[in-house]
């Protein structure tokens, strides 16, 4: 069996890499537009599950999939393409805790049918009083476009902020310990990180 990672994105592959588990990529195309009024676990989930629905499933693919969204009073912190709107985000965190949420799904075929586990994971994180010549500086740096919340906690991001409670790589993108438990429940899923 083989293991695809359903994601584009470069910090899941490389946390999965460093945790010693071999995959195949093969990224979906989902709109991750939130719904009207959708709370946003079941945002998470929703996308997750959508991202996890890759085509191609055969006997011997167990695909993975997450999305992740910063949170703060119930409004979701997508990914900011712009300075005005990275400056705002990090205003709006300034000080304050958030939380970082991240659906993890796994889904593959055997035994008779198609199975599906998931789990939500969130980590509480406290960001740093910013100022605004700080939050500027950061956002010259380019790093906050394209990262959920406008900051990168395995990059420069790391300085603002405070503390975090829960686990660290959910913030970066994926819970790696849930996520290798969640593939322990996979029949032939190997301990070294590898499908039979």
Known sequence: MRL?????SPRRARLLSEAG???D????DVDETPLPDEPPAEYIGRVAL?????????DDMVVLAADTAVIVDSTILGKPHDAARATAMLELLSGRWHDVMTAVVV???GFGGEHVLDRL???????????????????ATGEPFDKAGAYAIQERGQALVARVHGSGSNVVG??????LAMLDEV????????LA
């Not at 994971?121 to 956002?139: F, Q």
């Not at 029949?187 to 590898?194: E, M």
């Open 4 to 8: 695809v990672l359903a994601s584009g």
């Open 21 to 23: 588990i071999t995959f």
């Open 25 to 28: 990529i093969a990224a979906s």
């Open 50 to 58: 959508a991202k996890a629905n890759v085509p191609a499933l055969d």
């Open 107 to 109: 889904r593959w075929r």
């Open 121 to 139: 994971v969130t980590t509480a994180v406290e960001m740093e009083s910013l100022d605004a010549e700080r939050i500027a500086a950061y956002v």
């Open 174 to 179: 994926l819970p790696v310990d849930e996520t």
């Open 187 to 194: 029949p032939g899923w190997r301990t070294d990180g590898t």
